[in-house]
C-alpha cells in the first residue's frame, strides 16, 4: 500500500503543465526609439546615398585643380596641398574682407533677432482679444520671405541698388531716386546725438540698426512660434503662487519665465545662426558664389565655402557652449 502512495506521489510530482513563454512587450522607451530611427530613415538615405558624394566631391575639389581637357575636367592634387586655402586667407583680400563684414553684422542681428522674438512671444501670451490674429499677423513675413517671394525681394533689392549706383551724380552724390529708402541715415544721428559727441563709428551702427528693423522682424517669427511654445508648457499654477508670495512682474520673469523657456532659448539661438549665416541675402554667400562662377574659380570656391563652414561651426560650438552654462532643465521623477 505504501509503495503504490509512494508511486502515485511521484507521478504526481513528474507530470508538470507546459509553461507557454509570453512575449514581453516593448517598453514606451523603446517604441519611442523605434518611431524616432523610422520618423529619421528618409533622411538618413538621402543624407548617405545623395549628400555624402558630394560633400567628398567638394572635399576633393577643394585641394585640387581643375584642367579643362578632351575628356572633360581632370583634377589633380594641389602641391602643396593648402593651396587653394592659403590662397583664400592671404592672397583675396576680398574674402576677409567680407568675412569681417559679415561676422560684424551677425554679431548685432542675432542678439537683436532673439530679443525681438521673445519680446514679442511675451506680449503675444497675453490674455487679450484678437490673440490669434496679431499671431497671425506677426508670422506673415516668414511665410512672405520664403520661395519665388524671396527671389522677388532679392531682385528689388539688387535693382534698388542699380538705381543708386546709376543716379550717382559728380560730386558722389545720391540721387533722389533713392532717397527713402532709408529710415535714418548716421549724419541724422550724429546731429541728434551731437551733444554727447559720438562718432561717426557709433552713428554708423546705430542707423544700420535701425534701417534693418524689416529684416529682423522678418527674420522672427519661427523664432516667436518656437517662444510662444515654450511659454505655453509653464504651469499657470507657477504664477499663481507667484503672486500670492508677492512677487512682481520683473522677479517673475527673471525667477520663473527665463529659466523655464532658456532650453528653448539655446535652439532659436542655434537656429538664428545656422539661418543668418546660409540666407541667400547674405554678402558671404553671394561672395562665395560669384568666386566660383568665374573662370577656373571653382576649386578657391569651394575652398572659401569650407573656410566659411569651419568658421560657421566654431562659431556654433562656442555661442551653444556659452549659453548651455544658463540653460536651466527641470527634472522629473522617475
Keep these: ?169 559728380g560730386d558722389g552724390v545720391e540721387g533722389a531716386v533713392n532717397a527713402g529708402t532709408e529710415i535714418i541715415n548716421a549724419i541724422d544721428v550724429e546731429r541728434f546725438f551731437g551733444t554727447m559727441k559720438i562718432g561717426s563709428e557709433l552713428a554708423t551702427v546705430v542707423s544700420g540698426w535701425a534701417n534693418n528693423v524689416y529684416s529682423i522682424v522678418n527674420r522672427s517669427g519661427v523664432q516667436m512660434l518656437i517662444f510662444l511654445a515654450a511659454l505655453q508648457s509653464i504651469s499657470p499654477s507657477i504664477y499663481e503662487s507667484c503672486k500670492v508670495e508677492g512677487a512682481t512682474g520683473w522677479e517673475t520673469f527673471w525667477k520663473i519665465t527665463f529659466p523655464m523657456i532658456s532650453p528653448m532659448i539655446l535652439v532659436n539661438l542655434v537656429y538664428t545662426i545656422i539661418d543668418s549665416f546660409t540666407t541667400k541675402s547674405n554678402v558671404m554667400m553671394s561672395f562665395i558664389t560669384n568666386a566660383s562662377n568665374e573662370a577656373n574659380g571653382k576649386p578657391l570656391g569651394t575652398a572659401m565655402a569650407w573656410l566659411y563652414f569651419l568658421i560657421v561651426i566654431l562659431i556654433l560650438a562656442i555661442c551653444t557652449a556659452f549659453a548651455s552654462l544658463f540653460v536651466f532643465y527641470q527634472r522629473r521623477e522617475k
Excluded: H
Excluded at 508538470?16 to 519611442?32: G, M
Excluded at 518611431?35 to 538621402?46: A, D, K, S, V
Design 1 to 169: 500500500m505504501d509503495k503504490a502512495l509512494k508511486t502515485n506521489e511521484q507521478a504526481t510530482v513528474e507530470v508538470k503543465p507546459l509553461k507557454v513563454k509570453k512575449r514581453k512587450a516593448k517598453s514606451l522607451e523603446k517604441q519611442k526609439s523605434t518611431f524616432g530611427w523610422l520618423f529619421i530613415l528618409p533622411f538618413l538615405l538621402g543624407f548617405f546615398l545623395i549628400y555624402l558624394p558630394m560633400i567628398v566631391s567638394s572635399i576633393q575639389i577643394s585641394f585640387s585643380t581643375i584642367a579643362y581637357e578632351d575628356i572633360g575636367q581632370v583634377l589633380t592634387w594641389c602641391d602643396p596641398l593648402f593651396t587653394n586655402y592659403s590662397n583664400a586667407l592671404l592672397k583675396e583680400a576680398d574674402f576677409t574682407k567680407t568675412l569681417v563684414e559679415c561676422l560684424g553684422g551677425m554679431a548685432f542681428d542675432i542678439p537683436a533677432i532673439i530679443i525681438f522674438s521673445l519680446f514679442m512671444a511675451i506680449l503675444l501670451n497675453q490674455d487679450m482679444k484678437g490673440r490669434a490674429a496679431f499671431r497671425a499677423i506677426f508670422f506673415v513675413p516668414v511665410i512672405v520671405s520664403t520661395g519665388i517671394i524671396e527671389s522677388i525681394d532679392l531682385q528689388n533689392t539688387l535693382a534698388q541698388l542699380g538705381d543708386t549706383v546709376s543716379n550717382l551724380n
